[in-house]
């Protein structure tokens, strides 16, 4: 009998050995992933049918015009968060932030399916969609601003380094999750209607964080993060000279030069997704991105959590980084020698 009643006992030792964690930290860390998964199925289901009923309408053609307006809007929900925090509690900020993420996401559905109501010369419709495709990239990034916020009140800095990758990895397990629902999700509920589960499921996401920053209140201040001008610290700023400027700079054009290629990869894989899409329509482009996202996910998890510490710990951090722009160039390299095959005999 001692055995038996020790056996789930060690089981859970180990399953806590094997993520890396400690007892007190599971309830806090458990509750940070569902936050972060509710909330990113539902924008991932929003991203998806955005990008489907988009291209099905409007084409690819258009989307350089997303990614121009789509430019400057990190820097300003920045400001915008840290405004919040001046005049309001923390521990309030974190859960209006997802509730102002999921309003808009009700109010598009009136606009969806209208092409006689015009707005500036432009229908109603298309400005619908056009808005809703940069309120997901808004929503990514206060979705990732705020987890990252508040898993920074709930932990120190060493509880920090075990917890961080599980809950970040709950927009991977989303991935999974909404990517194979979405085709079912559509034939309920139906494409234009997919805004409405996308809310309320970011709603859930608000309700849980709710609950968290009432379970561990001690970890958020109550006050706003407003401080006289008179009592604000001073800071130096130390220029970047010497070796420092020689790090700086090729790291600086590393993650410009991956954003371009990010960019001309995304234009042309939706491209390439509106040409075969055929007779199908945005039904059929939405439940492809669907799969499409459910298998990537899952590579991806697959990764984080059972290859990338071993990657780093053999072949360093430099290394392991370089793995993706080796790879892009392979590929495009593959790619362009697979079309001049291709196309060299018709010339």
Known sequence: MEKRIGE??????GVLRGLNLRPEEVE???????VYTFSSIGLIWLELSTVGLFIDQYGAEKLPWIYIASAGIGSSLGVVYSRLQTFLPLRRVIVLILLL????????RFGLGIEDVRVLGLSLQ???????????????LLNDLNTSITSNQLFNIREIKRTYPIISSGYLVAG????????????????????????????VGAGVLFYLSQRYEQSFPDSSRWTPEDELPEFSTRSLKGPL????????????????VYVMVDFQFFSQLEYRSGIGGASWIV?????????????????????????VEKIGVFGTASILPVGVVA???????GGLRVYLPYL
């Open 176 to 203: 999974v999750v909404s990517g194979f629902s979405l085709p079912l999700l559509l034939r309920f509920v139906g494409l234009n209607n997919v805004t409405l589960v996308s809310g309320a499921m970011v709603i």
């Open 126 to 140: 298309f400005v619908t969609l056009f808005v809703m495709w940069l309120w997901v990239e808004a929503c990514y």
């Open 331 to 337: 590929l495009g390299l593959f790619s362009l020698i």
């Open 101 to 108: 993420m999921a309003i808009p996401l009700f109010l598009f």
């Open 287 to 311: 439940s492809f991105l669907g799969l499409f996202e459910g298998i990537l996910s899952t590579f991806q998890v697959a990764t984080q959590w059972f290859a990338s510490s071993r990657l």
């Open 28 to 34: 806090r860390t458990l509750l940070m992933f569902a």
């Open 8 to 13: 789930p006992a060690g089981v859970g030792q």
């Open 245 to 260: 400027q020689g790090y700086v700079i090729p790291l600086v054009l590393f993650f410009v030069m991956a954003e371009v």
